[in-house]
């Protein structure tokens, strides 16, 4: 999905957490069979934990952390009197814990560590036990739960969670999970019987797996392919491991995707996420008792010879996207699965709005910056200014609080009163909250560069360790003519990141101030090379090829990008654009025309559509009149949003209003002062208009 289109935060890829492997090897050579899996999970069954204490049914709300989110949470009291969300994770054979709630609840952890599998690779955690697990009006004693040693995503939206409930506690009950009512349904053994035409579920004590037959169109006529899944509640996609039948193998495209397990990937770059995966189109999912007809892609991995560790565990799982708009039954101790209609819908239960809640009752010193954060969510502005402006009159040099009220300014408009709010918060708070370099820019773009450089040289002084205290003062450096100087201070943020491909499009920008044309083209074909998606290089790619008269080189990098992605994926904006500024219109046209057609459409403020809609033909010089007339009309509304300004500025250049275009530019970066895309086109544009000035 392009990065530039204005769309909404995309909710993350479906964590997936899958316990170790239990299944046979033997079996390997059979996976699109059932019957060898089949033999050996029936013996393994582990039935219902008859420890479970509390009343024979229970109904418990389950939230979202977003309208429409492909994540349930549920809430739980792991023993501390705590109210807590976790995941409701039946591809989850264990309960997870985070670090951080293990730490806050005294657990003790095993001196030994386990492997286990999830889609992005392998995940070491050690196991604890906690003593009481309390889920609605039940409690489940001695859960043994898996508490990772690394990072893992622990958040829904805003709002911190405790991890994922699993298998190991699910299975005690009859479980319905009631999609279209937003609700968990909890039913003590023996106390509800599984529907009429009820599949088999076969638990091993770890995987709830079904029969599932895929369905998809072919070149000659319908395919079906009967596969052995996981019934995930935690994923969104299907997936498939292993060995795939042919007539569906067939259809399969092949390419680079981001693959995301449990373990976080919160600041990793998106090229170390990438993975070269398959896709099948699929038109149905039979399962359960009912044919969900559905457009669905099945993401396919674990396919080449070797690397089979999912594929014995589960040939494949299904997500939200198949049980999403059912009752989901998973009857653990029956061993029966079944997808039912909906009784009634219910509005969705935001997370949000539970947390808020919880915040009001607590007493944490930073209480209102949370507040303010979650209010900020909800779009309601002025209740979170509110908020951070009493939380600043107490903490004026708190960086948190500081850092959110600044920005709240930015958007604002209040350039002055961001900066301001600032004052009396040191360099190294700034380099926490990761706001030096806004600073810094922000300072320069007000004429006061020696000041700008001073912060620089203070953040890299307090907070030496820091990456982003040597990107601020490679931002200074530049402001100060000192292009050596950023160039040093930008490796060193690499060296400190232990990131040799760190900021390449930072680096760029320096090359092409420096007169070095073949070490920007250097650095930005290394970007598209580790990430083919196109966002951002393209742009600039493009234009230095052109304009040092070697376009082969970015065509044939653009070409190969291309060529490594799943069809129809990428940043087409940024793409289409580079085919523009190579002269290639007709294929630019067609992408921009795609590209309209996948993101804008998924846009529901009219103001964002029309804005996304202005963008696509902006970058690729067309229908310039109505993109003018879009975006003016969208900026009505919005007349301080960067990305607005941003598109305003790409429309105005299309249409040879360099003065104008530039001047949009400026103030886009005014108000977003640390974005290396927009602080590159506000200075390449003023440099475009000053020389057009100079022209007689």
């Known amino acids: 999905m392009s990065s530039r289109a204005r769309l909404p935060v995309a909710p993350p890829t479906s964590p997936r957490y899958v316990p170790g ?43 979202k952390a977003w ?43 095993s001196v030994d560590t386990e ?26 004693p001695n859960v043994v739960v898996a508490v990772p040693e690394q990072p893992v995503h622990d958040t829904a939206g805003l709002v911190p969670t405790a991890g994922l409930l ?92 981001p693959v995301v397990g449990v373990s976080s990937s919160e600041g990793m770059p998106l090229h170390t996420l990438l993975r070269t995966t398959r896709r099948v189109p699929l038109r149905a999912v039979e399962v359960g008792g009912v044919t969900v007809e559905r457009a669905l892609d099945a993401t396919w991995t674990e396919y080449q010879p070797g690397s089979m560790a999912l594929a014995v565990s589960t040939p494949g799982l299904i997500g939200h996207d198949v049980l999403d708009g059912y009752r989901a039954v998973l009857d653990y101790p029956a061993q029966r699965f079944a997808l039912l209609p909906p009784r009634r819908t219910r509005p969705e239960r935001d997370a949000h709005r539970w947390y808020l809640r919880q915040l009001r009752h607590g007493s944490s010193p930073d209480k209102l910056v949370r507040i303010a954060e979650l209010r900020l969510w909800q779009g309601d502005d002025e209740g979170a200014r509110r908020d951070l402006e009493r939380h600043h009159a107490r903490h004026p040099a708190e960086p948190e609080g500081a850092v959110l009220l600044a920005r709240l300014d930015r958007l604002d408009g209040d350039l002055d009163g961001a900066l301001a709010v600032l004052a009396d918060v040191p360099a190294a ?46 931002d200074a450096r530049r402001w100060a003519g000192d292009l050596t100087g950023a160039r040093d201070a930008l490796l060193q943020a690499n060296r400190l990141a232990e990131s040799p491909d760190g900021n390449l499009l930072r680096r760029a920008w320096l090359a092409t ?42 065509i044939a990098d653009l070409d190969a990008a291309a060529a ?30 795609q590209g309209e057609d996948r993101d804008c459409t998924q846009v529901e403020d009219p103001s964002r559509q029309a804005n996304c809609r202005a963008w696509y033909r902006g970058v690729v010089g067309v229908d310039l009149d109505r993109a003018l007339a879009e975006i003016e009309e969208a900026m009505q509304g919005k007349p301080d949003s960067s990305e607005f ?12 209003d360099l003065p104008g275009a530039a001047e949009a530019a400026r103030r886009a970066v005014a108000l977003n002062p640390d974005d290396v895309y927009l602080l590159w086109q506000a200075d390449r544009l003023a440099r475009a208009a000053g020389e057009a000035r100079r022209e007689p």
């Open 21 to 63: 492997v239990r299944t046979s090897p033997t079996c390997l050579a059979v996976l699109t069979g059932l019957s060898c899996l089949i033999g050996l999970l029936l013996p393994l069954s582990a039935g219902a934990d008859d420890r479970v204490r509390g009343p024979r049914h229970d109904t418990i709300p389950l939230y």
């Open 67 to 109: 309208p429409g989110g492909d994540k349930l949470y549920v809430e739980v009291d792991l023993g501390d009197g705590q109210p807590r969300l976790m995941l409701l994770d039946s591809g989850a054979g264990v309960t997870l814990v985070s670090p951080e709630v293990a730490d806050a609840l005294g657990l003790q952890r």
């Open 115 to 140: 492997t286990f599998l999830q889609v992005s690779g392998t995940l070491e955690a050690r196991k604890a036990v906690v003593p009481e697990v309390r889920v609605g009006g039940f409690r489940v």
């Open 166 to 257: 699993g298998n190991n506690v699910l299975s005690g009950f009859h479980v319905v999970v009631d999609y279209p009512a937003n609700r968990l349904e909890l039913h003590r053994k023996g106390t509800r019987s599984p529907p009429e035409g009820a599949a088999p579920l076969y638990f091993d004590g770890q995987h709830a797996m079904t029969g599932a037959i895929l369905h998809a169109d072919g070149p000659d006529g319908p395919v079906a392919e009967q596969v052995l899944v996981d019934v995930d509640t935690g994923a969104r996609d299907v997936w498939l491991f292993g060995e795939v039948g042919g007539e569906l193998a067939a259809l399969a495209t092949e390419g680079l995707a």
């Open 429 to 474: 708070g700034l380099v926490e909250r990761g706001e030096a370099a806004a600073v810094v820019n922000s300072r320069a773009m007000r004429g006061d560069v020696a000041g700008a450089l001073a912060l620089g040289e203070a953040a890299t002084a307090e907070a030496p360790e820091e990456p982003h205290a040597w990107i601020a003062l490679s």
């Open 513 to 554: 101030l420096e007169g070095d044309d073949l070490g920007a083209l250097t650095h930005l074909s290394r970007g598209l090379e580790l990430d083919p998606s196109g966002t951002l290089v393209p742009w600039f790619y493009s234009r230095v090829a052109v304009h040092t008269g070697r376009p082969e080189l970015a």
């Open 564 to 593: 490594r992605l799943h069809p129809g994926q990428g940043s087409l904006d940024f793409m289409a654009a580079a085919w523009h500024q190579l002269g290639h219109q007709e294929r630019a046209e067609a992408l921009a025309k």
């Open 645 to 656: 300004l941003d598109t305003y500025g790409v429309v105005l250049e299309a249409r040879g």
